[in-house]
């Protein structure tokens, strides 16, 4: 027998991610649609534990859509991680009324709605907020988008500079483990190599290139790093070796950081966020549980918790030959 849903919650948690705004938007208007309360939690599993909740309706997501960050703010909870504070959280629901709730987040967000659910048979759904998109079970999560397009619009800007004096710019981009942002944006923005962690490129294939871009013409270069690459200990480590064995290259790096979360989301971060709200909630409605939401082949489609946070997102193979080309 399906448990009746009359209340769900909604929270964000991990790093912002651009469209997660939008995320919230959709379950509260989706719940309201459905005739179901919804209540947001703020400041992620932490706020769970303090009982930090908020009756919401269509009317109170009016206007944020098009904001980045998440008004339901954010935070990495220590206490959540143990058997008190879950228990914590959990009377904190049931204290509330809550039958179920929406997670948007990454995999660590993931791992504790999973552990959650096991502990105490809870409802849960979640929706992937993170601009790096490594998480298995969705084309596209959240925020990646948005972020693509501002690390390019980036880009373009340091190529004006680099143009203008000669020089060769390192630009790291976002990307612990794994190297789609780097990959994407190198490609879209014209890089002359692309760094990733998937790809040992090595020191002195990257001079090899690097000789070649000079040899055809080419005045100045940019590369793009992923934080995660392998082949410096860190970009400034490669910014240090160039310059020891290319001395007619002027070398400046370009720590990009933080700024790759921030802003408006895009059309299709908006777009992705508002279809996943409805199939979270709608699913829940209908007794699924311990499932994240996921875009494929243009349809949403549901991974079992376990399955997100352990796949694993694979770089597109022949987006790397496409680099290869096109850096000639």
């Known amino acids: 027998m399906l448990q009746t849903i009359k209340k769900i919650g909604v929270l964000t948690s991990g790093g912002d991610a651009p469209g997660m705004n939008a995320a919230i938007r959709a379950v509260v208007r989706t719940c309201a649609f459905h005739?179901?309360?919804?209540?947001?939690?703020?400041?992620?599993?932490?706020?769970?534990?303090?009982?930090?909740?908020v009756e919401m309706d269509a009317r109170s997501v009016k206007g944020i859509i098009n904001k980045g960050g998440t008004i339901l703010k954010s935070a990495r909870s220590k206490a959540f991680r143990t058997v008190e504070g879950r228990k914590a959280a959990y009377d904190q629901l049931k204290k509330a009324g809550i039958d179920a709730f929406v997670v948007i987040g990454g995999d660590g967000s993931f791992t504790g709605a999973m552990v959650f659910n096991k502990e105490f048979d809870f409802p849960v759904m979640g929706i992937p907020g993170t601009i790096d998109n490594d998480i298995y079970g969705t084309t596209h999560t959240l925020g990646y988008d948005t972020a693509l397009n501002t690390v390019v619009e980036v880009i373009d800007k340091i190529r004006d500079t680099a143009s203008s004096h000669n020089r060769l710019f390192f630009i790291e981009v976002m990307g612990r483990d794994v190297g789609h942002i780097a990959l994407n944006v190198g490609v879209g923005a014209g890089a002359e190599e692309i760094l990733i962690p998937e790809e040992n490129l090595g020191l002195d294939r990257l001079l090899e290139s690097l000789r070649r871009s000079k040899t055809s013409g080419k005045s100045s270069s940019i590369v793009v790093v992923a934080e995660g690459d392998k082949i410096g200990k860190s970009v400034f480590e490669l910014k240090d070796y160039v310059e020891?064995?290319?001395?007619?290259?002027?070398?400046?790096?370009?720590?990009?950081?933080?700024?790759?979360?921030?802003?408006?989301?895009?059309?299709?971060?908006?777009?992705?966020?508002?279809?996943?709200?409805?199939?979270?909630?709608?699913?829940?409605?209908?007794?699924?549980?311990?499932?994240?939401?996921?875009l494929k082949n243009d349809g949403m489609d549901l991974t079992p918790f376990d399955q997100a946070v352990k796949g694993k997102s694979k770089i597109d193979k022949e987006l790397l030959?496409?680099?290869?080309?096109m850096s000639i």
């Open 35 to 53: 005739s179901i309360k919804c209540y947001g939690i703020y400041r992620g599993y932490e706020g769970m534990i303090d009982g930090d909740f």
């Open 244 to 294: 020891e064995n290319m001395t007619e290259y002027e070398v400046r790096v370009s720590v990009l950081g933080h700024m790759q979360r921030g802003g408006s989301p895009s059309c299709f971060d908006r777009v992705l966020a508002s279809r996943m709200g409805v199939k979270a909630v709608e699913s829940i409605i209908t007794g699924k549980s311990n499932y994240m939401v996921g």
């Open 321 to 325: 030959r496409v680099s290869d080309i």
